[in-house]
């Protein structure tokens, strides 16, 4: 029985088991946050960016200690992106950012060419150009020599928009030509549609207009053929334009309308405020005034108040229709209503260049301090690096003086061991010369002595015991007489023997042996 209900637990610890055991691959497991992120990236292609934002930063905040860097960085772009689409370009920027600060060596060269592009387009929708063109060509170089077609074509196309704005249209068409070329290789709808429309438009402003509606026709047909309601709407404006622009009116006015209905499908309210703008310079250019003063108030209704420049122009428009009716009053109202809001622009505008001003002063400010501290730092660390040289000098003197002090003590002390044996050498000889004349002396006759020198026998009995080496106390020991008349004999000896000093007597007598 007790077989049996372990059999029958068995089952039961198993799904205890490998419940946790899926929960934790499930966190782990970067394949399995592909619903939640597919989910965001279908509502950033419906142009529902709040809610693709917040699954980003929900999959970011959920993963942020499991998911792979790459796959980490590449969810950092899409949120930047969908922040940039809903407006909040100075909140997209540090999303960016902090991608472009990895670098290229934890993340792939298409993820970071598309955080600099994100970068770029922020700078280009809050006015900065340089800034923008600077991070467009940083993106270009970064993937022009790849094979990645597709980034190649839209970065030609960012550098051609820029170039437009800055009114180098030559360059921007080769930069247009290239991404054309590109085309063919490039999966990505969108971003052919954008190539499609930069190139139509930079035709129109030369006054191609064949080529800018052949272009836009282009646009309109791949939006369409891939239900891209926004690029349609955008490409029937654009004709729109090209068509006013070669008097063709009524066919312009159709090709709003149609912009107008796909703009309210997608319930683009700047869209269809922008539309209904267009619209009533359409029913101006036909003169239908009254048609062209209602569609104006609805978009007058629909025109947010932080919309400024949007609003002047609603308002130019109103002082327009106004004067061509004979409507003075009116017009004077729209007029100063117009004239308030330029001034509102203006201000904001140079509000904008002062803190642009300061903020680069503070930038620079900042720099210099950073290169002062720098420049700081490197002349401590020269004067550190002095200090240890200068320390390491003195060492190296203080060893070479105690080693050269060290040689030349023994160098002297090798000098005066050598003079000591040079002396005890000439000592030794010494006294072996001198033992050999004692026993030389030792040998003499005294009566011999005695005879050629004219000695007294007791001064013959002193110089014996002088060539023994015996000093004068113990001749006087010797001989029993005192010292003083040791003295007296040894004095009578030097003078007979014609010498100053005990060995010269020694000498003179040795001499006398031999001869």
Not at 117 to 144: I, M, P
Not at 312 to 341: H, P, Q, V, W
Not at 439 to 464: C, M, P, V, Y
Request: charged fraction near 25%; aromatic fraction near 10%.
């Amino acid at each position: 029985m007790k077989i049996f209900r372990h059999i029958e637990l068995f089952p039961l610890l198993c799904i205890l088991l490998i419940i946790p055991g899926c929960c934790l691959l499930a966190q782990n497991n970067p394949l399995l946050l592909n619903d939640p992120e597919k989910k965001a990236d279908s509502l950033q292609l419906a142009e529902k960016h709040y809610e693709a934002i917040e699954i980003y930063k929900e999959i970011l905040q959920n993963n942020k200690h499991s998911l792979p860097e790459e796959h980490r960085f590449r969810l950092f772009v899409k949120t930047g992106n969908s922040l940039m689409h809903t407006g909040q370009d100075l909140q997209a920027q540090p999303w960016f950012r902090q991608v472009i600060n990895v670098g290229s060596s934890l993340i792939s060269e298409g993820v970071l060419s598309d955080a600099m592009t994100g970068l770029g387009r922020t700078y280009e929708y809050t006015g900065k150009s340089d800034s923008a063109f600077f991070w467009y060509l940083k993106a270009y170089q970064l993937v022009n020599e790849s094979p990645d077609t597709l980034r190649k074509a839209r970065g030609s196309r960012n550098i051609a928009q820029l170039l437009r704005v800055l009114e180098r249209f030559g360059e921007a068409k080769n930069y247009c030509r290239q991404a054309v070329d590109l085309i063919p290789g490039i999966g990505d709808f969108k971003i052919v549609a954008n190539i499609y429309n930069e190139t139509a438009y930079l035709f129109e402003l030369s006054e191609q207009f064949d080529s800018a509606a052949f272009y836009y026709e282009k646009l309109i047909n791949i939006s369409q053929d891939n239900n891209y309601l926004k690029g349609e709407s955008t490409g029937y404006n654009n004709l729109a334009s090209v068509f006013e622009k070669t008097g063709k009116y009524q066919e312009a006015l159709d090709l709003k309308q149609k912009g107008l209905v796909i703009d309210r499908q997608i319930d683009d309210k700047y869209g269809i405020m922008t539309s209904l703008v267009s619209l009533t310079e359409s029913y101006l250019l036909i003169n239908n005034y009254q048609k062209a003063k209602e569609t104006l108030n609805e978009a007058l209704i629909l025109c947010d108040s932080s919309w400024i420049v949007d609003l002047s122009g609603i308002y130019y428009l109103y002082y327009d229709i106004f004067k061509k009716t004979g409507n003075s009053n009116e017009a004077l109202r729209s007029y100063e209503k117009y004239t308030a809001l330029r001034d509102s622009i203006n201000q904001n505008r140079s509000r904008e260049k002062v803190m642009d001003i300061l903020a680069k002063y503070e930038t620079e400010k900042k720099e210099q301090q950073i290169l002062l501290l720098e420049q700081t730092n490197l002349l401590n660390e020269s004067r550190i690096r002095f200090q240890w040289v200068f320390i390491g000098g003195l060492i190296i003197s203080g060893l070479l003086i105690l080693v050269t002090t060290w040689f030349f003590v023994r160098h002297k002390n090798h000098k005066i061991k050598q003079m000591q044996l040079e002396i005890q050498q000439f000592l030794l000889s010494r006294r072996d010369s001198e033992n050999s004349n004692i026993k030389h002396l030792q040998d003499f006759n005294a009566d011999g002595t005695i005879k050629k020198w004219g000695l007294t026998l007791r001064e013959s009995e002193i110089l014996q015991l002088l060539g023994q080496g015996c000093s004068n106390a113990k001749i006087a020991e010797t001989l029993f007489i005192s010292e003083n008349t040791v003295k007296f004999h040894i004095k009578n000896i030097y003078i007979k023997l014609n010498v100053k000093n005990r060995m010269e007597a020694l000498l003179r007598c040795r001499e006398s042996l031999t001869s």
